[in-house]
Every structure is written in C-alpha cells, then in structure tokens.
C-alpha cells in the first residue's frame, strides 16, 4: 500500500533553514508527480510545491525564491529545502501523491519562532 512518511520538521528561528524529507514506498515512485502542502493554524490546506515525475516544478508565490523541491528517484524520496524562513511559513508540512486517489503522509511539525 502506499505510504509516506515525511521528517526534517521542528523549531527553528526566522531567516532559518529546514530541509524536509518524505519516504514514498508502495508505488514506483519515478513515474508520479509528488507535492509538498503545508497548513498553518487556523487555516486551510495549500499546495506549496509540485516536482513531476519528469522534474518540472512549480510553487507557491508565497515559497518563490526561498523554498526548493527536488527527488531522489533512487531513494524514492522527496525532499522540500526551506530557507529564509518566516514565522508566517509555521504549519504541518504534507507530502501527497495522487495515484487514482489522494494520498498523504502524516505531516512534520515547522515553527518558525524566535
């Protein structure tokens, strides 16, 4: 079955840097785009990064120019680089994939706090 498991979270001060990794197993990996989420308190669930499985990317406005999404195909892993951090980037961070339905791992905790 599917799974993913999402790591890398945790406290760190603004202007920081987190790198988060999600574990895909349960599917061939190379052949499915993945995507980064990210919901903060009291809001709702927002895409911040796409990698597809050809390597296009595309994020957020809010992530551009801070935020790097990349795979390691090999290690059927998905990692999301986040530098220049802000407090307002404090959410649980998802991985998904959709393979004929959505799947989700079970977040990683950032917070961004000084």
């Known amino acids: 079955q599917v799974q993913l498991v999402e790591s890398g979270g945790g406290l760190v001060q603004p202007g920081g840097s987190l790198k988060l990794s999600c574990a895909a197993s349960?599917?061939?990996?190379?052949?499915?785009?993945m995507s980064w989420y990210r919901q903060g308190p009291g809001k709702e669930r927002e895409l911040v990064a796409v990698?597809?499985?050809?390597?296009?990317?595309k994020y957020a406005d809010f992530v551009k120019g801070r935020f790097t999404i990349s795979r390691d195909n090999a290690k059927n892993t998905v990692y999301l680089q986040m530098d220049s951090l802000k407090p307002e980037d404090t959410a649980v961070y998802y991985c998904?994939?959709?393979?004929?339905?959505?799947?989700w791992g079970q977040g990683t905790q950032v917070t961004v706090s000084s």
């Open positions: 349960g599917f061939p990996f190379r052949m499915y785009a």
């Open positions: 998904k994939v959709w393979r004929n339905q959505d799947y």
């Open positions: 990698i597809s499985s050809t390597g296009s990317i």
